[in-house]
């Protein structure tokens, strides 16, 4: 049986901050699955050139969003399941491979949700889906990062 964990907990695990940090909350998270949430504000300086006429959050962004979601708050989760995580995390992205079929624009709020594949030797594995407001499918795929704490070199 796992015991309780605070959503706020894990996020102020996370290693990132804003500009950079594309997670407002966490919905749901367990030992196999985590659903979270994010709202691309428009104040982004990435949208004053992608696209200056017609601004979209660019996919790489949208990468990003599901890696933080649905690979490292789910990696701080099973990390801290069994030992108190001591600091921020080190993460590193090891691969992703994602498919894009809707546009994200600016100030719209998304929800990524990820299912374990495994998770050996603090490499963490997930096929991650990112959907709009209207629940239609933004993107999709299969994300991988090392996760281990940077107090304990594990």
Do not use: W
Not at 37 to 57: C, I, M, R, V
Request: hydrophobic share 40%; charged share 25%; with cysteine.
């Amino acid at each position: 049986m796992l015991k309780p964990v605070d959503k706020k907990d894990i996020l102020k695990h996370l290693p990132y901050s804003k500009p950079f940090l594309f997670v407002d909350k966490i919905l749901e998270i367990n030992e196999n699955s985590v659903t979270g949430q994010y709202t691309f504000s428009p104040e982004h300086d990435f949208y004053k050139g992608h696209f200056k006429a017609n601004p979209l959050t660019p996919g790489v962004i949208l990468t990003e969003c599901m890696a933080q979601i649905g690979v490292v708050c789910l990696g701080i989760f099973l990390l801290n399941k069994d030992k108190i995580i001591s600091g921020r995390p080190n993460i590193a992205l090891s691969s992703s491979e994602v498919e894009y079929f809707k546009s994200v624009i600016p100030g719209e709020t998304v929800k990524v949700v990820s299912e374990k594949q495994y998770f050996r030797f603090n490499k963490l594995k997930c096929k991650v889906s990112m959907f709009n407001n209207s629940e239609e499918l933004v993107c999709r795929g299969v994300i991988a990062g090392m996760i281990l704490d940077k107090e304990r070199n594990e």
